[in-house]
């Protein structure tokens, strides 16, 4: 089943509610903010939309090309993010989840209010989330608007890096985005951590022990 | 792992954190008589005290800012003391910063000098 059949029968199921999809980009770096999207695409979706795909299987030029297209074609997009600060203070999954809520609340009030079905990317339901979700594991795989939120999340992610690997030259953020990468372990071996990496990772935070003595 | 190798790792931890930060350690389990301060740092200009709470557990950013009466008073005198013995007189703050297993919280300016 294509990712627009797929949302067409979530949305004929919820009685035609507005869908809005919403992904992650960056639970796994060892650096770096989780940047979370929301996206409610229109019902005809264009064959241009219809493009969007896993952005994890898309090249780089194809994601760019989508993430103008949904900017300009979705009915509401949005975005946030959790910084490390709040990833060390909570976790990286309850960071996640609250950043998904307050994004997808945004998401459903720029689409002009009406009945809406989140759908959330992978098993877990936001948490003290009072619009109604649906959680749908390998969503980036079966629903197009789940696609076109992890479209936007990882571009929107990947720019951010390319920006603080100027702010924090040396370890490559705008190569490898944060992700633990030979290179990566590499430089923080070298250079130490700064004020962007996650404390609550293990990699960081053995180095930054070994750092410290 | 004994209570303190455990202490011990949440400091050396909380330092690796602050330097991270950019901040610079000056000194380390500062004792006196009247109290200890687990990690002094600079920030830019300011003179940074910092107590460590290892194992903050359950109530985690509620248990960091609670550092009770009696602690704060002994930090303060402790700081005091440090003060004057370097004759420092530019800002000067109180931090927290919790270590919890893998989870980490900094509190800057937790609390002030007023609570005596």
Redesign the interface.
């Known amino acids: 089943m294509d990712g627009r059949r797929f949302d067409a029968d979530a949305r004929r199921r919820a009685a035609g509610a507005r869908l809005i999809g919403v992904d992650e980009a960056g639970r796994g770096p060892l650096a770096g903010p989780v940047v979370v999207a929301a996206v409610a695409l229109p019902e005809e979706p264009s064959a241009q939309l219809r493009k969007a795909r896993d952005s994890k299987l898309m090249t780089p030029e194809d994601r760019q090309r989508l993430f103008g297209v949904i900017r300009s074609q979705a009915l509401a997009v949005a975005v946030a993010w959790a910084h490390p600060s709040l990833i060390d203070r909570d976790n990286i999954l309850a960071a996640t989840l609250s950043a998904m809520g307050r994004c997808a609340r945004r998401a459903a009030a720029r689409a002009g209010g009406g009945s809406v079905l989140v759908l959330v990317d992978g098993p877990r339901e936001i948490r003290n989330f009072e619009l109604p979700q649906r959680t749908i594991i390998d969503g980036d795989a079966k629903s197009l608007s789940i696609a076109a939120a992890s479209i936007i999340a990882k571009v929107v992610r990947d720019r951010w890096m390319e920006r603080l690997d100027r702010v924090h030259p040396g370890y490559g953020f705008g190569q490898h985005k944060g992700y633990g990468t030979a290179s990566h372990l590499a430089a923080l071996d070298r250079l130490g951590p700064c004020r962007i990496h996650r404390f609550s990772y293990e990699p960081v935070i053995n180095r930054a022990m070994e750092l410290a003595k | 792992m004994t209570r303190l190798e455990t202490g011990q790792?949440a400091e050396?931890?909380a330092?690796?954190?602050l330097?991270?930060?950019?901040m610079t350690i000056i000194e380390k389990n500062f004792r006196a008589k009247v109290g200890e301060i687990d990690i002094i740092a600079k920030d830019q200009d300011e003179v940074i005290f910092v107590e460590v709470r290892a194992r903050a557990s359950r109530d985690?950013?509620g248990a960091a800012a609670s550092v009770g009466g009696a602690k704060r008073r002994k930090l303060i005198r402790a700081a005091r003391l440090w003060l004057q013995a370097r004759n420092w007189d530019g800002a000067c703050r109180f931090d927290v910063v919790a270590v919890d297993g893998?989870?980490?919280?900094?509190l800057p300016a937790a609390f002030d000098a007023s609570a005596r």
Do not use: D, I, S, T
């Not at chain 2, 893998?102 to 900094?106: A, P, S």
């Open positions: 790792n050396a931890l330092a690796a954190f330097q991270a930060k950019g985690f950013g893998g989870k980490l919280e900094h």
